[in-house]
Nanobody, 127 residues
Framework: QVQLVESGGGFVQAGGSLRLSCAAS????????MGWFRQAPGKEREFVAA????????LYADSVKGRFTISRDNAQNTVFLQMSSLKPEDTAVYSC????????????????????WGQGTQVTISS
């Protein structure tokens, strides 16, 4: 089992920044590729960003490319999502997830490829 706990959410004005963290425990963190997903009220969950086990490969949704950066610190068992130039449409509950398929270069935007999920942290952007 892997336990994931997100933090760093909050309320900011449009144009501002937030840094989300996801702390993992329970298994060897570097054995998992990690992803961030978000879900706004009344909408389906959507992919935001993903990072491979080593951190070499990253993947972003078009809607956040150039504004969000995913990174990880395997020594701290933590994955981060730096969010800049935030927009009201970024308002959602952000969740991190861990997956174990494939090789050390594997990343995925498909939620079904993830085995463990955190509870999420609320991000609210005011206009």
């Amino acid at each position: 089992q892997v336990q994931l706990v997100e933090s760093g959410g909050g309320f900011v004005q449009a144009g501002g920044s937030l840094r989300l963290s996801c702390a993992a425990s329970g298994r060897t963190f570097s054995n998992y590729y990690m992803g961030w997903f978000r879900q706004a009220p009344g909408k389906e969950r959507e992919f935001v960003a993903a990072i491979s086990r080593s951190g070499v490969n990253t993947l972003y949704a078009d809607s956040v490319k150039g504004r969000f950066t995913i990174s990880r610190d395997n020594a701290q068992n933590t994955v981060f999502l730096q969010m800049s130039s935030l927009k009201p449409e970024d308002t959602a509950v952000y969740s991190c997830a861990a997956g174990s398929r494939g090789s050390r270069f594997t990343i995925s935007m498909n939620p079904s490829w993830y085995d463990y999920w955190g509870q999420g942290t609320q991000v609210t952007i005011s206009s």
